[in-house]
């Protein structure tokens, strides 16, 4: 499958000299997705707007974009996730309580195992309005394990065959966080989380309200399709379920493809800024049991159109 | 004197520092040995090697024969060149697989020295630790593969990758495993079907084995907990355990050239997990 890419050297205009003031150095971590920023305080660029501006460039550009050595207070983190937008709160996970919308992903040594983890998602289909992007940073964390995997998205629409492409155009599905999330719940739990929060119905192929890119918007959370039982594509109702199914299952599974992921690995204070209309990505639980403490600030986004 | 390691993920791959390949004897092969038994990949950066380097360090593992490789272009059969360039059609390794798992001895460890990685970056290589997937299957599905038996044909990517039919009378390996077989030195038990040359199971329907094949196949891919990715970088050999492991060579870098050249040492026959 040949693919087009960039090449380091042609990449890209924002690296400056390092002897300016407050210069950004980018270095790609792989030819699809993902960069790694450096020498920038992400407390300085909370308040910078150059810095902020070419932030935001490189995130369109890259999708997700790493930072080392981010050893800020948790006021500064909110601060700077702020300027993308409001940050929202999670129904499962926990905030902190002195900065709301600060989301504590935190695990310890009475942690269940594999609970959460280990599956591509989106974060956040199951809402009307998913998530802009993810703040993310590494509070503490185990010497080896709990790698971080995100997906290119655009990449994986971009890649899929004509024949898929046709099939897919104008195709509505269902995110539900009651599948999910309340999977492991008791009955009555579960249904009290699924009348809070009715599933999310989105286009399978989001168009990105920056650049304008279309985007493969089916994950872990989308349940169904709402619109696949047409003449055209029901002849029997066999079909339906076959057929139905059968897409929703290839389409998943096209965040699993290598050629379209970065795979990170994190150290205390490495902070990870997502674009989450465009990328999936997948929390890797391999290192049950340990400490491992993480902070997120979610940003609310948009409509997907 | 310990090996000096670096972890790559808890279940998989290590980073060896501080040894020149040319320099193994047999007391430091068996340490090697001993680590790639725990470790499954193992990555030796910087390193200088000739080919007749290259296969006498092969030659310390496994039955200490080398596999002579028929689509060899480098002139050595027991060197494979992988080469892939801007007029590939498709590159080798891709998608995931076991190297030859058709025979009844498959290779037992593979060493491949990247001298030219693509200019531009990319071109990783994924392992997963197939001991670890099997240990990740639920038990019940642990209790009937168990009872399974799967075909492996060295001719099955001739006819779905390259699209051509073997000519009448060529025979390519063709070898029924168990589908849950026992490591030749550790004892850990191994889910041993792949893609690449695992046709379907015996003993059970033609359709509830492409099923089951299927969800055994995807639980691999969908399972970075039990994956490793290596980057590489000029010079970096990995050597890795292919009984125990399936890999994934990502083409992420079309139109650059990536090249290298792999050795193989062949392994036993691989035996039933009790």
New interface residues.
Partial sequence: ?????????ETPAVVRASTLQNSIKVE?L???IGAELSNVSLAVAAVDETLLAEIRSLLLKHRVLFFRNQDITRAEHVAFARRFGELEDHPVAGSDPDHPGLVRIYKSLDSKK?HYE?A?HCDATWRDCPPFGCVLRCVETPE??G?T?WVNMVAAYEKLPDSIKARIEGLRAKHSIEHTFGAAMPLEARAKLAAQYPAAEHPVVRTHPETGEKILFVCGFASHFVNYHTPQNVRYGQDFAIEANNLMNYLI?QA?I??Y?V?FRWRRNSVAFWDNRCTQH?A????WPAVRQMERAGIIGDKPY | MDLELE?????IGSEVHGIDLNQVDATLAAKIKTTLNERLVLVFRDQSLTREAHKRFARLFGTGQLQRHPLSRSGDPEILDVKTDKDSKFTAGEGWHTDVSCEAAPISASMLYLTQP?????G?T?FANMAEAYARLSEPVKALVHTLKAVHDGALPWKTIYGIDPKPGTTYPRYEHLVVIRHPDTGREVLFVNRGFTTHLTGVSAQEGRFLLEMLF?HI??????HC?VQWRPNTLVMWDNVATQH?A???????SRYGERVSSLGVELSAAA
């Avoid at chain 1, 499958?1 to 050297?9: D, G, H, V, W």
């Avoid at chain 2, 891919?221 to 039990?226: T, Y």
Wanted: charged share 20%.
């Fill in positions: 499958m040949p693919q087009t890419i960039q090449r380091k050297s790609q792989t030819c699809s594999e280990n591509f080896v394990g790698d995997i599974s699993e290598p050629e992921q795979r997948y890797v639980q391999d290192y | 972890q790559l993920t808890p279940v693509p200019e531009g970056g990319g990783d994924l995807n891919e969908a399972s970075p907990q039990i990715r994934h990502v083409w992420d870098y079309f139109p650059h």
